[in-house]
């Protein structure tokens, strides 16, 4: 009897490690990675995914791998187990794609879009996933070809002009990305408020169109903080707030103008903004009226350059003259209680954006040189002045009308002393002077 208990046993314990050893785990691996993995065929259902993955395979046989994955062509391996183990299977899989060929001489410097993507000039060979897609060449603006042709896997499809007299593009539609880039703040402080830059803008139909020339009405609201570093004889701070400024701005592409093929990202900028209304001046240390008002102005003009990083965003610099006019109204002795500063500088800025459909958030950064600071200036000593400025904001594009809402500061640093010794004489070791504001920006393109 427990001879029989012990045969039984022996028994069991074979039968356990052949159907342990039914099976044996093989790794998939794929070229590109991500594929879907089936055994056998297709009706077994899916093995694993996405590759690389393992599989569990019959031990002792040979099994049929397929592989599959969107926009390559189906790919096949096997596991063979008859005369040992595999560790791995690699599979390499072929882009499912033919080939547009755009070498006509119709089509010469057209941009070639497909499904509304850039895909270069012609002439040139696209490679593009087999299927029904819409075709678009624009050679200066006007679409030459226009189609729905469907690509075979692995052949050509010639591109020819099939419209005898191009038809100019149909009215810009609400853009896939934005076409507004202000450049840097449109403020009080002279920030720039471009409102357009060289942001392509997608059209639904037949393709992109660029900019040439944009224009725009600016309203802004400014406020002022100046304050002196260990004053004698002078008002410690100074505050402004609420001046109004309106304008108007412009901004052309020359290189798009004249249809050239480089530098179509450079524009001239200009600005002129006025003071709408003139406030106040409080002074410390009891916010006492000095009895002058505000006169505040700004004029940019600057060269840009814009450029665009695939579609996730764009980097721009810029760089040109800015004034802010921070002066006043009074009588001699009512000006010269008040920081009476007109700066002139040189500026060079640099910004970056994102691209989020018609919608584009902005930030910039930038330096300022000033060359002339006015009547302040001349109440000190060989006085020294930097400037700095920083904006963000939100820019806008549908159809021909663009906008923008921004917010921006501008900080001058002075390093100052005295005129002339004396207990009597106004002095101070520095001041700063920051001039912040919010601006909106509404305009029309071409």
């Not at 357009?196 to 802004?220: C, D, L, Q, S, Y």
């Not at 207990?423 to 520095?430: C, F, I, K, R």
Request: charged share 20%; hydrophobic share 40%; net charge negative.
């Amino acid at each position: 009897m427990g001879r029989g208990l012990a045969t039984l046993a022996v028994l069991a314990a074979l039968c356990g490690v052949a159907s342990a050893d039914s099976t044996r785990k093989v790794e998939i691996l794929t070229e590109p990675p991500g594929a879907t993995v089936y055994l056998g065929d297709l009706e077994t259902g899916v093995a694993c995914t996405p590759t690389p993955c393992s599989v569990e395979a019959p031990a002792g046989k040979r099994t049929a791998v397929i592989a599959r994955k969107d926009g390559y062509v189906e790919g096949y391996g096997s596991i063979d187990l008859r005369h040992g183990s595999m560790k791995s299977v690699s599979i390499t899989l072929e882009a499912a794609t033919g080939t547009l060929v755009c070498d006509d001489s119709g089509l010469a410097g057209g941009t070639i879009l497909v499904d509304d993507v850039d895909k270069g000039k012609a002439p040139a060979h696209v490679a593009v996933e087999a299927g029904a897609h819409h075709v678009v060449v624009v050679v200066k603006g006007r679409a030459v070809y226009d189609e729905f042709p469907k690509i075979e896997l692995g052949h050509e499809y010639i591109v020819k002009p099939n419209m005898a007299e191009p038809a100019p593009l149909p009215p810009k539609q609400t853009p896939t990305v934005s076409a507004i880039e202000p450049s840097n703040g449109d403020d009080t402080s002279g920030g720039s408020d471009d409102p357009n830059a060289t942001k392509v803008a997608k059209h639904a139909e037949t393709g992109p169109h660029e900019m040439w020339i944009a224009g725009g009405g600016v309203f802004a609201v400014g406020f002022r903080q100046f304050k002196y570093d260990n004053p004698k004889n002078l008002a410690p701070t100074e505050d402004e707030g609420g001046q109004v400024l309106v304008g108007p701005s412009i901004q052309i592409w020359p290189m798009r103008l004249i249809d050239s093929d480089h530098l179509r990202g450079l524009s001239l900028y200009g600005k002129v903004l006025f003071g709408a209304n003139s406030r106040a001046v409080l002074q410390d240390p009891n916010n006492m009226p000095t009895g002058a008002q505000t006169f505040w102005g700004n004029i940019e003009i600057d060269l840009q350059h814009r450029w665009e990083i695939g579609d996730a965003g764009a980097l721009e610099l810029g760089g040109g003259f800015v004034r802010d006019q921070l002066v006043y109204k009074g009588n001699t002795d009512q000006v010269a209680n008040v920081p009476y500063a007109d700066y002139m500088s040189m500026r060079i800025g640099v910004k970056g954006s994102l691209h989020l459909g018609p919608i584009e958030p902005y930030a910039s950064v930038e330096g300022r040189i000033p060359f002339s600071e006015g009547l302040l200036a001349t109440r000190f000593s060989k006085p020294s002045v930097t400037g700095a400025g920083a904006a963000a904001g939100l820019a806008a594009a549908f159809g021909p009308l663009v906008a923008r809402f921004e917010a921006s500061i501008v900080y001058y640093s002075w390093t100052l002393s005295p005129l002339a010794p004396g207990p009597t004489q106004p002095s101070a070791d520095g001041a700063s002077d920051a001039i912040e504001s919010i601006s909106l920006l509404v305009g029309l393109s071409y």
